[in-house]
């Protein structure tokens, strides 16, 4: 069992930046591949970001690509994800997801692909 726990959002004018964190616990965190989701009200949850369990592989949705960037610290079990020039459209609960399949492009930013996830935290920017 992974236990995952995001922390660092909360309210940002558009523009700026915000770093999330995700610290796992449970089981051996270098061998899960990392992955951050987010939902808004009445949408489907979306792929933000995942990133390989050696830290080497990352990709992310086509929204988010060039301003957010995700990264690991295998020693301190915990990802993060950097998000810059933030827009309103970024407002949403982000939720933190691991599981211990491989890094392949046909699945790693697919939700029902990861059985562990955070509760989430919420980011909101103003316009």
């Known amino acids: 069992q992974v236990h995952l726990v995001e922390s660092g959002g909360g309210l940002v004018q558009a523009g700026g930046s915000l770093r999330l964190s995700c610290v796992a616990s449970?089981?051996?965190?270098?061998?899960?591949?990392m992955a951050w989701f987010r939902q808004s009200p009445g949408k489907e949850r979306e792929f933000v970001a995942a990133?390989?369990?050696?830290?080497?592989?990352?990709g992310y949705g086509d929204s988010v690509k060039g301003r957010f960037a995700i990264s690991r610290d295998n020693a301190e079990n915990t990802v993060y994800l950097q998000m810059n020039r933030l827009t309103p459209e970024d407002t949403a609960v982000y939720y933190c997801?691991?599981?211990?399949?491989?890094?392949?492009?046909?699945?790693?930013?697919?939700?029902?692909?990861?059985?562990?996830w955070g509760q989430g935290t919420q980011v909101t920017v103003s316009s």
């Open positions: 997801a691991a599981d211990w399949k491989g890094f392949t492009p046909s699945y790693y930013g697919l939700a029902p692909m990861y059985d562990f």
């Open positions: 449970g089981r051996t965190f270098s061998n899960l591949r």
């Open positions: 990133i390989s369990r050696n830290t080497i592989n990352t």
